[in-house]
């Protein structure tokens, strides 16, 4: 059954040059039919919960030791502090020079209305996938919350304040349909303040630029699904949803654009779950999913790391880009929450309100992955400092595992998948909504260095 269903919907996302929009509404993940059951059902969920997208063929799996994922015990890595500075556009005023960690705090009520910024009718470029309440979304408390840091206040999201600041800039979103999802939400943020252009846009809609001419400003999309390359083998001419991996390759489709941007946001993850061959230097060196003899088996964060590892070595290498004081943006692992079942076993997300801090479970994977980008990323800030290139951190994965409320679920206006969930992608206007607020608070921080600078 789970096979079948799997097959099918492989099936469906074969063609290559299948209508995107369809394929591009779930991500996937593989594990296969007989992962034995040593996580807990949270864990599995979440990790079984990516599938759509590109589904392996679950019989070429064989067991995977789960509880591997767990015999490194990962750091509690210390987040980036942000210092935030008192603006114009803070209601509150602000201790100066205060450091705080933006990622660690709550979520709090807000009056209604307060902390939502657009509707589906001030917002007009939401993807219909995303706009929940045209599909039926009856429950709007969603809405009615907003984070609060631990030791400081997050601004508003302002989109005056943003567009003078990027003013004359090029800002790209360089990841998954995730990435996609936190630009669509700055677009509708930033269209409250100037309507942008639509200037390009590829077949497969998955390349992306829009241009704010009265803030000469230039937002896009650069898709990637692993950052590094990543060849999904062919048999028989159909895709066999095992991917050949060159953990240090970077994805030229992105990174050749790097010279042109000012600002990259950078975020990768909900691909990795699947059947994987691991190349480095032309060797292979392991594979994931997977069970050859003489072969090392690796767990879902050891792709990923590489894979965060070389692009920003790739960014460090970048001459033009550290010319241009490129800044690079890492954006943390989202989690998915699907609950009681997997994304196709009848997983669901229907909650209406937050979880608090002490209902998320820290051993979950997704925890773990948003860990180990944490890691590359310090040791990119580290290298990258050396040589004048400037990493910050826009970290959401410990709010957003406390919002398994924020997702379509079943209100996704899917026709051709109905009775599935996506508890992955975020609705629009919703939570999703805040990691602009930290993206602002990101961009006003290296302003404020800079100015320190000068
Ligand atoms: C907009 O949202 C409302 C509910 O807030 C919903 O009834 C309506 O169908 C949506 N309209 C569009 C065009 O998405
Ligand atoms: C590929 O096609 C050949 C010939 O039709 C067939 O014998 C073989 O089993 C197929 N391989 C797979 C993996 O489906
Ligand atoms: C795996 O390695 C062992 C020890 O080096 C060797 O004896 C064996 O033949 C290898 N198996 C394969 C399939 O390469
Ligand atoms: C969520 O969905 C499940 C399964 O359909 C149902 O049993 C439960 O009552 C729903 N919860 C809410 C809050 O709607």
């Known amino acids: 059954m789970l096979e079948k269903t799997m097959k099918t919907s492989s099936t469906m996302f074969q063609d290559k040059h299948h209508n995107h929009s369809k394929r591009e509404r779930f991500l996937g993940l ?11 059902s949270l864990l599995m969920a979440s990790v079984f919960c990516l599938f759509f997208l590109y589904n392996p063929n679950p ?57 939502t910024y657009y509707t589906n009718s001030s917002c007009p470029s939401i993807p219909d996938s995303k706009n929940c309440f045209r599909h039926g979304r009856k429950d709007s408390d969603f809405l009615n919350w907003r984070w609060k840091p631990d ?22 979103f360089i990841g998954d349909s995730v990435a996609r999802n936190h630009m669509d939400s700055l677009l509708c943020l930033l269209s409250q303040n100037e309507i942008p252009k639509d200037i390009y846009k590829d077949s497969e809609d998955r390349f992306r630029k829009w241009y704010f001419p009265i803030h000469d400003f230039t937002l896009m999309m650069l898709w990637s699904r692993f950052l590094i390359v990543g060849e999904e083998r062919m048999v028989n001419g159909t895709g066999s949803s095992i ?23 950078i975020s990768d993850g909900h691909w990795f779950f699947r059947g994987m061959h691991l190349h480095e230097g032309g060797e292979k060196v392991g594979c994931v999913y997977c069970n050859e003899p003489n ?3 690796y767990n879902v964060d050891f792709p990923l790391r590489k894979a965060f590892r070389t692009a920003f070595r790739h960014i460090s290498e970048c001459k033009e880009c550290r010319s241009k004081r490129m800044v690079t943006v890492l954006r943390t692992f989202a989690p998915a929450h699907f609950e009681n079942g997997f994304w196709n076993t009848g997983g669901y997300c229907n909650r209406t309100g937050p979880m608090s801090e002490s209902e998320v479970d820290f051993e979950k994977f997704e925890w773990q992955l948003r860990n180990a980008q944490m890691e590359e990323f310090e040791r990119a800030r580290s290298e990258g400092d050396e040589k004048g290139h400037r990493f910050e951190v826009v970290d959401v994965a410990r709010a957003m595992l406390m919002r398994p409320d924020g997702h379509p679920g079943e209100h996704w206006g899917n026709k051709w998948m109905r009775g599935y969930n996506d508890c992955t992608h975020w609705c629009l206007p ?19 260095f800079d100015l320190n600078q000068a």
């Open 151 to 172: 030791e400081c206040e997050l601004p508003r999201f302002d989109p005056r304040t943003f567009l003078q600041m990027v003013s004359g800039k090029t800002m790209a």
């Open 430 to 448: 919703g939570p999703v909504d805040m990691w602009s607020e930290l993206l602002l608070s990101v961009l006003k921080r290296v302003a404020a």
């Open 243 to 265: 991917f050949d991996m060159e953990l240090d390759k970077v994805d030229s489709d992105w990174a050749k654009e790097l010279p042109n941007l000012d600002y990259a946001v």
């Open 59 to 115: 019989s070429t799996f064989t067991p995977h030791q789960g509880h591997d994922l767990f015999e490194n015990p990962s750091q509690n890595q210390q987040h980036a502090i942000i210092t935030t500075k008192s603006s114009s556009s803070s209601s509150q005023p602000q201790k100066e020079q205060k450091p705080c960690d933006l990622s660690k705090g709550h979520w709090v009520q807000a009056l209604e209305g307060s902390s």
């Open 295 to 297: 072969v090392t088996s």
């Open 30 to 40: 593989t594990l296969g039919k007989g992962v034995p059951f040593v996580l807990s």
